[in-house]
């Protein structure tokens, strides 16, 4: 509902709540969850982050034992590289 609003114009680009948010397709929860809890532990370089913490990511899909590791471990990978590393480099730069 949120996104269809913001797409209109009349919300901001964060929804204000959990519930206003799009639902995860059930195969992305196990990445999303492992995501939110390894987001912040990244490898900086000169000036920016360049990667995530790999083994912070195996340790809770060792953790949480999930069946999928590697499919699960790659989509927590793409998912900072192609989107919370570069938003996180951005907002550095501010």
């Given at each position: 509902?949120h996104?269809?609003?913001?797409?209109?114009?009349?919300?901001?680009?964060?929804?204000?709540?959990?519930?206003?948010?799009?639902?995860?397709?059930?195969?992305?929860?196990?990445?999303?969850?492992?995501?939110?809890k390894?987001?912040?532990?990244?490898?900086?370089?000169?000036?920016?982050?360049?990667?995530?913490?790999?083994?912070?990511?195996?340790r809770?899909?060792?953790?949480?034992?999930?069946?999928?590791?590697?499919?699960?471990?790659?989509?927590?990978?793409?998912?900072?590289g192609?989107?919370?590393?570069?938003?996180?480099?951005?907002?550095?730069?501010?």
């Amino acid at each position: 509902m949120h996104n269809e609003r913001k797409k209109k114009g009349i919300l901001p680009d964060e929804p204000p709540c959990y519930e206003c948010e799009d639902k995860l397709m059930p195969e992305n929860e196990d990445a999303m969850r492992i995501f939110y809890k390894v987001r912040h532990q990244l490898i900086l370089g000169p000036g920016s982050a360049f990667d995530i913490r790999h083994d912070a990511i195996w340790r809770l899909i060792d953790e949480y034992q999930i069946q999928d590791r590697v499919g699960c471990f790659e989509k927590v990978c793409t998912l900072a590289g192609q989107w919370w590393i570069p938003r996180m480099n951005a907002k550095s730069e501010d």
